[in-house]
T-cell receptor
Framework: NAGVMQNPRHLVRRRGQEARLRCSPMKGHSHVYWYRQLPEEGLKFMVY????????ESGMPKERFSAEFPKEGPSILRIQQVVRGDSAAYFCASSRLAGDYTGELFFGEGSRLTVL | AQKITQTQPGMFVQEKEAVTLDCTYD???????LFWYKQPSSGEMIFLIYQGSYDQQNATEGRYSLNFQKARKSANLVISASQLGDSAMYFCAMREGRGTGGFKTIFGAGTRLFVKA
């Protein structure tokens, strides 16, 4: 499967625990985006990364949330001390180099976080 | 700042008829891209169609066409010959140009389309 891979697909955490969501972009893609989707709402931009660099994190909450995209391995979205309001679907998307004409995003199937 | 507006929370259409889903945008960047994505009840995001800000003609992909009116900053999606499988959420999205900010893409709130048999 050469698509964007996200795992876990479903994650249940209790309040105060940590959640780690992983995303492997499509082969040849060096840009990764994270979006959050609350039930019956649209996708809210969180962060945009290239390898080893955060390009735009204007949508990330100031506390408890962090993201990385290391030189080797998947991108990680980390949520510390989760609260019930963090329950949502978290989508990862990737795109090719900046020279790509359209900048089309290719999405993973999402990781659904439930905080009890 | 970027902004995408979808004013129709829900739309109904009769099977085999055409439907237009509205989208307006706001950006100060002369170079941008507009996208439509479909999200069925299963949850995945499916790319439908793309329109570049410098494209002279409206984009078409099978039964999907994008009615691009640049001066009005609108990018409406037209689905012709609706099918039951078209029932889904539809999101309009915009990507600004190739500055140092790269390809940040933002999404509208979505329109839920119901196709009636």
């Amino acid at each position: 499967n050469a698509g964007v891979m996200q795992n876990p697909r479903h994650l249940v955490r209790r309040r105060g625990q940590e959640a780690r969501l992983r995303c492997s972009p499509m082969k040849g893609h060096s840009h990764v985006y994270w979006y959050r989707q609350l039930p019956e709402e649209g996708l809210k931009f969180m962060v945009y990364l290239q390898k080893e660099n955060i390009i735009d994190e204007s949508g990330m909450p100031k506390e408890r949330f962090s993201a990385e995209f290391p030189k080797e391995g998947p991108s990680i979205l980390r949520i510390q001390q989760v609260v019930r309001g963090d329950s949502a679907a978290y989508f990862c998307a990737s795109s090719r180099l900046a020279g790509d004409y359209t900048g089309e995003l290719f999405f993973g199937e999402g990781s659904r976080l439930t905080v009890l | 700042a970027q902004k995408i507006t979808q004013t129709q929370p829900g739309m109904f259409v009769q099977e085999k008829e055409a439907v237009t889903l509205d989208c307006t945008y706001d950006t100060s960047d002369p170079s941008y891209g507009l996208f439509w994505y479909k999200q069925p009840s299963s949850g995945e995001m499916i790319f439908l169609i793309y329109q570049g800000s410098y494209d002279q003609q409206n984009a078409t992909e099978g039964r999907y066409s994008l009615n691009f009116q640049k001066a009005r900053k609108s990018a409406n999606l037209v689905i012709s010959a609706s099918q039951l499988g078209d029932s889904a959420m539809y999101f309009c999205a915009m990507r600004e140009g190739r500055g140092t900010g790269g390809f940040k893409t933002i999404f509208g709130a979505g329109t839920r389309l119901f196709v009636k048999a």
